[in-house]
């Protein structure tokens, strides 16, 4: 009985820990593609913003000030008072990869860059990376996961200054 017992507490401990989740950040667009091809996944999608919103019904975005319009994502993050984006996945499968064309240094020019965390199913929310406040000229950040997540949020990044303005467009994730 002893040895059955502890059979299925050894069991249930492997198939109940909670698996963390290894990342992969990106700079490339085309590097990036090329991961997710790697990837087996239901779809890869791009919001473009070409009509000025948010038009897919399985990506939704909370947003303190951020808005869609001139074919473009234009936001601000601040912590005083506190400003953050939200972009959530609402399909199954959950997302495993996520990125976008990002201009941080033109519209309000250099702020506190963006720290970007995701919401990962097994896990919960966990840092992911950080895109730098000299981000300019349509940059792409973006990164995969081993484990599916259902959320990024955007918020005030680690450089100096006290908010950071900026652009996003071609938001991509699969």
């Not at 009985?1 to 401990?13: D, E, H, N, P, Y």
């Not at 506190?82 to 199954?92: D, F, I, P, V, Y």
């Not at 992911?128 to 940059?139: E, H, K, L, N, Y």
């Amino acid at each position: 009985m002893t040895k059955i017992t502890l059979a299925v507490v050894i069991t249930l401990t492997l198939f109940t820990g909670v698996a963390t989740a290894t990342t992969t950040t990106y700079t490339s667009r085309p590097a990036w593609n090329t991961a997710i091809a790697a990837i087996p996944v239901a779809r890869t999608l791009t919001e473009d913003f070409s009509d000025n919103t948010v038009n897919q019904t399985w990506l939704s975005v909370t947003s303190t000030v951020g808005y869609a319009d001139s074919f473009m994502w234009l936001d601000r993050i601040d912590d005083s008072p506190l400003e953050t984006t939200t972009w959530s996945w609402t399909a199954s499968p959950p997302m495993v990869a996520f990125g976008g064309a990002f201009d941080l240094a033109v519209p309000g020019g250099a702020g506190t860059g963006i720290t970007v965390t995701a919401n990962f199913v097994s896990s919960g929310w966990a840092y992911v990376m950080d895109i730098p406040s000299s981000a300019t000229g349509w940059a792409f950040y973006g990164f995969t996961s081993t484990q599916a997540f259902t959320d990024v949020k955007f918020t005030r990044g680690p450089e100096g200054g006290s908010a950071e303005t900026y652009n996003m467009d071609d938001l991509s994730y699969a």
